[in-house]
């Protein structure tokens, strides 16, 4: 999402109701936390970081990709800010991605995810997302080449009700299927679940979850509806929370074991008030499924660790 798309519009009131509640009784009042900036990146080349994961071969790293326009690449950071690996993904474009996640592929290893999702404009019948396996790391201190990945796996989708702006995805750690969730300067948006099993060479429709709708919020140095566009999500690695970050907030669900999301989205979330940056839009946990972690996009980009 660029800076000028993010201009559009005027103030919008939020006035829906999500599952019986009306926007406005979610939570004003966050729970307590503590945002600590752990790193600024050393690479500027990671200028639009639009997504970030921990990694699941290496949890001492995190892949992150640049927003629409920049190389098909993903690139691997350490907790001190220095990037690991830049991997090219074989036969891809970025049109505009916004968020990479973690799975597993056909085998039960790790597969990365890479979301080929934005439409700020409502304007492609389908959108895409890339498969590739899990690079594994450069050393620590080595110089870092560029390396390309094998052939990916290209997985079309289209939505069963018209067309979608999303910058969040997200797949859940123990079903691994696939979602996304959607973003609306209004605070309007919609979680909608991949198929499975995921079949290539076909646009698959999606299946629609939940229904969301995120509330205006009054926070200095944001203005109100920069809490209504959801800009990442994120399960937790153990399945039982799923957070939400908007330009203001972060939003949390806890999920009870085998829940259906359709019933625990009914629940009212926790907000979380991260530190300002000019624009989160990569959220992801730790191996502890409590600490989150964000980074933003403009240069220069951090890396925040968010512990409550």
Request: aromatic content about 8%; proline content about 8%.
């Amino acid at each position: 999402m660029n800076a000028a798309t993010l201009q559009l519009g005027l103030f919008l009131a939020v006035s829906t109701v999500v599952w019986g509640q009306s926007a406005s009784s979610w939570p004003e009042k966050p729970v307590p936390s503590t945002s600590e900036r752990v790193a600024i990146l050393e690479d500027k080349r990671i200028k639009e970081s639009s997504g970030l994961i921990q990694g699941r071969r290496d949890p001492s790293i995190f892949w992150t990709v640049n927003d629409s326009g920049g190389e098909p690449c993903v690139f691997a950071i350490d907790h001190s800010g220095k990037t690991r690996a830049k991997v090219r993904v074989r036969e891809a474009a970025n049109f505009d991605w916004e968020d990479l996640t973690l799975g597993k592929d056909d085998q039960g290893s790790p597969a990365l995810f890479i979301g080929d999702i934005g439409d700020n404009f409502q304007m492609r019948p389908t959108i895409q997302v890339y498969q590739i396996p899990e690079p594994g790391i450069v050393a620590t201190g080595k110089p870092v080449a560029e390396t390309e990945s094998p052939a990916s796996h290209i997985w079309r989708a289209n939505y069963p009700d018209g067309k979608h702006n999303a910058e969040s995805l997200l797949i859940h750690p123990q079903t691994n299927r696939l979602y996304i969730l959607t973003k609306s300067e209004d605070g309007k948006s919609a979680l909608y679940a991949f198929p499975q099993p995921l079949q290539e060479k076909v646009s698959m429709p999606l299946e629609k979850i939940a229904d969301l709708s995120f509330p205006t919020l009054i926070r200095p140095g944001k203005r109100p509806h920069d809490n209504c566009m959801a800009t990442a999500a994120c399960f937790s690695p153990d399945g039982g929370r799923l957070v939400v970050a908007t330009y203001s907030s972060l939003y949390e669900w806890k999920l009870a074991k085998d829940q259906p999301l359709t019933v625990a989205l009914k629940q009212t979330p926790t907000r979380i008030e991260p530190q300002l940056v000019p624009q989160v839009e990569g959220v992801c946990y730790d191996a502890d499924s409590q600490t989150l972690w964000f980074t933003s996009e403009r240069l220069p980009t951090p890396l925040f660790r968010v512990t409550r």
